[in-house]
């Protein structure tokens, strides 16, 4: 089957740093992404990992281990507007077609 | 082109009337799909088009439901006899085509109230 695992919620503050950690059991993987969904929005793209190592765009940064079957987000210098759901997704095959989203990460920022 | 868009934004229905919604992708994606998401989920996949031919299915998408590109370029999902379990978001989003995966863009979704 297939299972895709995030924290429901996290909270942080302005300015501090959060990760959002996601682990994942697929038949087949080639890539991850994550994206982020504003409330009542379409989810929106922000990173793909498909080697290992660590991608970098601006505050966001992800990992990705695949012989652990783990990935995670960091968000640097957070903003109240970073306040919204962070979805995990897999991709299974090489053609790059379904999406497999976990359940997503609420991250609520307070200042 | 401003992005993926999706007709109606809202719709609501009885149990048991067909509904149709229409997603036009951006115009230089060759591939489409469809998710449906729930409040607290994530989206769930439910079919895929690269140019007019469906490539894959998600044993989710019930005899209920159809989906059709034409021409390659929109797309309409069609449920039929509609249920109360069926209230969600529908999204639609697009990606280019060739070797590997791509980003898929979004659209706005249509909320579907079944009542």
């Known amino acids: 089957g297939q299972n895709i695992d995030q924290p429901t919620e996290m909270t942080a503050t302005e300015g501090a740093i959060v990760q959002i950690n996601c682990t994942y059991q697929t038949s087949g993987f080639n890539g991850l992404f994550w994206y982020q969904q504003h409330a009542g929005e379409a989810p929106t793209f922000l990173s793909y990992n498909v080697l290992d190592g660590l991608e970098e765009k601006g505050r966001f940064s992800s990992f990705l281990s695949r012989s652990k079957g783990y990935s995670y987000l960091l968000l640097k210098e957070l903003q109240m507007k970073d306040s919204a759901s962070y979805l995990c997704?897999?991709?299974?095959?090489?053609?790059?077609?379904?999406?497999?989203f976990g359940k997503g990460t609420t991250l609520s920022v307070s200042s | 082109d401003t992005g993926v868009s999706q007709n109606p934004r809202h719709k609501i229905t009885k149990r048991g009337q067909n509904v149709t919604f229409r997603c036009d992708p951006i115009s230089e994606h060759n591939r489409l799909y469809w998710y449906r998401q729930t409040l607290g989920q994530g989206p769930e996949f439910l079919t895929y088009?690269?140019?007019?031919?469906?490539?894959?299915k998600s044993r989710l998408l019930s005899d209920r439901f159809s989906a059709e590109r034409p021409k390659g370029s929109f797309s309409t999902l069609e449920i039929q006899r509609t249920e109360q379990g069926d209230s969600a978001m529908y999204l639609c989003?697009?990606?280019?085509?060739?070797?590997?995966?791509?980003?898929?863009?979004f659209g706005p979704g249509t909320r579907l109230t079944v009542l």
């Open positions: 997704a897999v991709t299974r095959n090489q053609a790059g077609t379904a999406l497999i």
């Open positions: 088009f690269q140019n007019e031919a469906q490539l894959e």
């Open positions: 989003a697009s990606s280019s085509g060739g070797q590997g995966a791509r980003e898929q863009f």
